[in-house]
């Protein structure tokens, strides 16, 4: 046996790195006459060391680098070196020596070497420079393996070389383990699945990483040697013909759009577009508890128990029997039982004898009716003074059944309680009703999960001690999308700052999809050269964008992507596809959207109807600012007087970056785009967030 081949299936834990454990190896060989002769010029081997170090996930340790000429034979030696020895490299990378002079030979050095070709690699990385220049096509590159180790050929600019090997490094891992000779038990107990979820490489990212977004067949066997394959997560939806609108990151600021591609839709088309596309609700079986408040019913219930169980007393008194007369007589009558509110036998009562009963007690048998004990004198008491013998009852206006509840008069065995579609609602009713009849599990629909992160290389969590340097913002939409998501109900996890750097976006979104149903960032979405949401989602998740502009105020870049999930998934809980929804940076704009957008379709997927805020009609208290083209959404604070009709005063300022516009707010007044103001004292349509307080006068 050469090199432990096992271990490498668990060296690429990288969601927590492990230095115990065995990194992948890579050798970086730089091709080159200038820098053979002057190494320190060289910048290849800095710039892909970075790439291992940046985008390797701690997978990779560069144990081996070399700068020779361009000589065949040279480049054949230190390729042997690396991969025929008995501590072998999982990876060599060449840079230079790929073009067309006649110099080149890296190609005709590294071809004879290989015993299998990897043209799907060399496919990945020339089409990615394709997408930067055209002259990407007068390169040679050739990728394959030899023995157990893959070899990759890098042009030999810095820039070129890095943006190849960034194309394809998160592959990487996968294949080399395999050509390790990792293909065997550990592997295919789930490991390749884990792999490509911890590397946050899914299948058919190749395609996706090139910006093509081809569709493959599916493939639900075991043959794990193909690139992609039946654990398809995120795949491409976006039709070839139609490609991502998104700007491509990796062609710099010079080749982003300048003003946005993306249609404007109205708010009401996009509201039907998340309706549309936002998933099915999934009915979950769970314990009637107090978790289940806030959920929504997916199936009637039926009472298993009556209520009250037992004929039951409504007052204090006295149980009596009437006789078969049909007429109670009043007069003095023993005191024979005592029938107390707990659990127990009680002996029957006979015609002519009364018992004591205490509220909620239950009638002994025999006993027709109670009498309440105003109605009654004690006569007399045993010797001891401490109980009632005698008591006289004063009244014979009594009827069968008076002062009873009878057995299933508040619910009958079998009778539905609740109906589908109907919430448990904090208030109560709901849940009270279920325990009232001992309801142990009831089916409803599963309240989605929702991740939040923020996105921005400024963004520093909002309780970082210390000034600000030139630069940095407190993130404030995280924090404040966590409280709002919770205050309607769903579980909301935090998901943390994500830098704008490449890659971190898409790895932190891979892991939250892992986690959440539903995923809302904020930041990222305007036409900066920074703002990689559109890009990752489309080209890198495989997502569909199924808007990225709405006519608003704020929140104009309001983004909405889904991505499929897995399909082979036996689960039948599992969503087919999850939502995200990218809300602008701005504070304002950020907690607006989520309200318009993301709450309709948490609810839908809950099974809440109707879905959103309500919506009221309030009289302004002052003069409202129309936007000219715009539906504005405007903070206000919205109250009850004494004539009964709801008013609403401004919180001020409405600028999207203010989040005190949201201070004390309880409604979004809409305010449709048009000339001039609305006048005090008109009538506008508010979405209420929050509970109505009473207006002072
Ligand atoms: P962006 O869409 O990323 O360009 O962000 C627009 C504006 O919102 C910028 O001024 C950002 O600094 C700001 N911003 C973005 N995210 C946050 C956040 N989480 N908290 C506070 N401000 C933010
Ligand atoms: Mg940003």
Not at 13 to 25: E, G, N, Y
Not at 129 to 145: E, N
Request: hydrophobic fraction near 35%.
């Amino acid at each position: 046996m050469r090199d432990p081949h096992f271990k490498y299936s668990t060296s690429v834990h990288i969601s927590q790195p492990d230095m115990s454990v065995t990194k992948l190896r890579a050798a970086i060989l730089v091709i080159s006459e200038t820098a053979s002769k002057d190494p320190p010029t060289d910048k290849c081997i800095p710039a892909l060391q970075s790439v291992f170090a940046e985008l390797g996930n701690d997978q990779w340790e560069v144990s081996s680098t070399e700068i020779i000429p361009d000589s065949l034979i040279d480049i054949q030696k230190s390729i042997r070196s690396w991969t025929d020895g008995e501590t072998f490299m999982n990876l060599i990378v060449t840079s230079g020596g790929t073009g067309f002079a006649t110099k080149d030979v890296t190609p005709e050095a590294v071809t004879p070497l290989l015993d299998r070709q990897a043209p799907g690699l060399v496919h990945g990385m020339l089409s990615t420079s394709y997408a930067i220049t055209p002259f990407a096509l007068m390169a040679r590159p050739v990728a394959g393996l030899r023995k157990n180790t893959l070899i990759l050929t890098l042009p030999g600019s810095p820039k070129g070389a890095k943006e190849n090997l960034e194309a394809v490094l998160k592959l990487l891992p996968h294949a080399c383990v395999q050509a390790a000779g990792a293909a065997s038990r550990p592997l295919h107990q789930g490991g390749i699945k884990r792999l490509e979820a911890e590397a946050g490489v899914f299948s058919e990212s190749v395609s996706a990483t090139s910006g093509h977004t081809h569709h493959h067949h599916r493939h639900h066997g075991h043959d794990h040697s193909h690139g992609h394959g039946g654990h398809g997560a995120p795949r491409p939806h976006t039709k070839p013909e139609e490609g991502p609108q998104s700007n491509d990151p990796s062609a710099g600021p010079t080749r982003r759009y300048r003003s946005s591609p993306y249609p404007m839709l109205a708010v009401d088309e996009a509201l039907k577009i998340i309706a549309e596309q936002t998933p099915a609700p999934i009915v979950e079986e769970v314990s009637a508890s107090i978790a289940s408040v806030g959920s929504v019913l997916a199936a009637d219930i039926k009472a298993t128990e009556s209520v009250p169980a037992f004929r039951a007393s409504i007052v204090d008194g006295y149980a009596v029997k009437i006789p078969a007369s049909g007429k109670f007589q009043k007069g003095t009558y023993p005191v024979a039982l005592v029938s107390h509110a707990q659990a127990g036998d009680v002996q029957e009562l006979k015609e002519g004898q009364i018992a004591r009963i205490t509220t909620g007690a239950p009638l002994p048998p025999g006993a027709d009716a109670v009498v309440m004990v105003e109605d009654t004198v004690l006569k007399s008491q045993t010797e001891d003074g401490k109980e009632e013998k005698e008591i006289e009852i004063l009244t014979e206006e009594i009827q069968s059944g008076e002062n009873v509840r009878e057995v299933g008069s508040d619910v009958k065995k079998d009778e539905i309680i609740l109906r589908k579609g109907e919430g448990i609602s904090a208030v109560g009713g709901e849940f009270g009703l279920l325990a009232s009849v001992g309801t142990r599990s009831i089916s409803v629909y599963k309240r989605p999960v929702v991740g939040v992160l923020s996105t921005g290389d400024e963004i520093i969590e909002h309780d970082r001690a210390g000034p600000l340097k030139l630069g940095e913002v407190r993130d404030t939409n995280r924090p404040t999308l966590l409280t709002a998501i919770r205050a309607q109900g769903f579980e909301a996890i935090d998901l943390g700052i994500v830098s704008d750097k490449p890659g971190a976006l898409e790895d932190s979104l891979r892991m939250a999809l892992l986690k959440v149903d539903v995923i809302i960032t904020s930041g990222g979405v305007s036409m900066g050269e920074l703002d990689l949401l559109k890009p990752t989602i489309e080209r890198s998740l495989g997502g569909t964008i199924h808007f990225g502009r709405v006519n608003m105020k704020p929140g104009k870049p309001t983004t909405f992507a889904t991505i499929p999930t897995k399909h082979s998934s036996p689960e039948p809980s599992t969503r087919t596809h999850k939502t995200i929804f990218s809300l602008p940076g701005n504070p304002a704009s950020a907690v607006v959207t989520f309200h318009v957008f993301v709450l309709p379709s948490l609810h839908q997927q809950s099974g809440v109807s109707p879905v959103g805020l309500p919506r009221v009609t309030v009289v302004l208290e002052e003069d409202v600012k129309r936007d000219r083209g715009r539906l504005e959404y405007h903070r206000a604070v919205v109250g009850v007087k004494r004539d009964g009709l709801l008013y609403a005063t401004s919180t001020g300022g409405q600028r999207s970056s203010r989040i005190g516009s949201f201070k004390g707010a309880n409604a979004l007044l809409c305010v449709g785009s048009g000339e001039g103001v609305l006048k005090k004292g008109e009538k506008v349509g508010a979405l209420l967030m929050g509970k109505l307080g009473e207006f002072r006068q």
